[in-house]
């Protein structure tokens, strides 16, 4: 257990929607890091979040938005579904800014989009 | 543009014996590279990592390899056990700290 969590831990929902994925990461850790996983890809980086604030941005589409709030707790909101968006959603948290090292991984989201 | 590739997308390997993983990278930018093992239905755990100025890293059972001059790291396991048996994902740390990750090789070891 890496102390990560995220909720929930399935989803299924249809094109055209909006759905919000949650993390709690370890206590103590201030960053962030959402990761889509799609079949067949590895793990793509999408954002991080150090302390409330965005830190660094990857491969993430306009339609996807996060946040990171005063508990440090984080949500990934992602909208106007598309099949292509059916993956593994993971978040992973680290104590600092740039020790992404020591990142500590979710059990991840599975979302499929029909 | 896939900066971390890892070509073979699975390997198999008897009990006992030594399992090698190979990955390649593009950007010499890299400062630190990971490896990262992960179990169906759970995330990826941090495995073992190399800065860009070493050549070995050994932790246990698991060393990792750094060629620089070829952008190629590898990932030993001596020996190989059952347990073993999962997705190995090869990673490289920017300077500003983002993972780029490779797609990822299946490791099936035999009893």
């Known amino acids: 257990d890496s102390g990560v969590t995220q909720t929930p831990k399935h989803l299924i929902t249809a094109t055209g929607q909006r759905v919000t994925l949650r993390c709690s990461p370890r206590s103590g850790d201030l960053s962030v890091y959402w990761y889509q996983q799609s079949l067949d890809q590895g793990l793509q980086f999408l954002i991080q979040y150090y302390n409330g604030e965005e830190r660094a941005k990857g491969n993430i589409l306009e339609r996807f938005s996060a946040q990171q709030f005063p508990d440090l707790h984080s949500e990934l909101n992602l909208s106007s579904l598309e099949l292509g968006d059916s993956a593994l959603y993971f978040c992973a948290s680290s104590p600092s800014q740039t020790s992404s090292y020591e990142q500590y991984f979710g059990p991840g989201t599975r979302l499929t989009v029909t | 543009d896939q900066q971390v590739k890892q070509n073979s997308p699975s390997l198999s390997v008897q009990e006992g014996r030594i399992s090698i993983l190979n990955c390649d990278y593009t950007?010499?930018?890299?400062?630190?590279f990971l490896w990262y093992k992960k179990y169906p239905a759970e995330g990826p755990t941090f495995l073992i990592s190399i800065s860009s100025i070493k050549d070995k890293n050994e932790d246990g059972r698991f060393t990792v390899f750094l060629n620089k001059s070829a952008k190629h790291l590898s990932l030993h396991i001596v020996p190989s056990q059952p347990g073993d048996s999962a997705v190995y994902f090869c990673?490289?740390?920017?300077?500003?700290?983002?993972?780029?990750f490779g797609q990822g090789t299946i490791l099936t070891v035999h009893p």
């Open positions: 950007n010499s930018m890299f400062d630190y």
């Open positions: 990673a490289a740390r920017f300077y500003d700290g983002k993972l780029t």
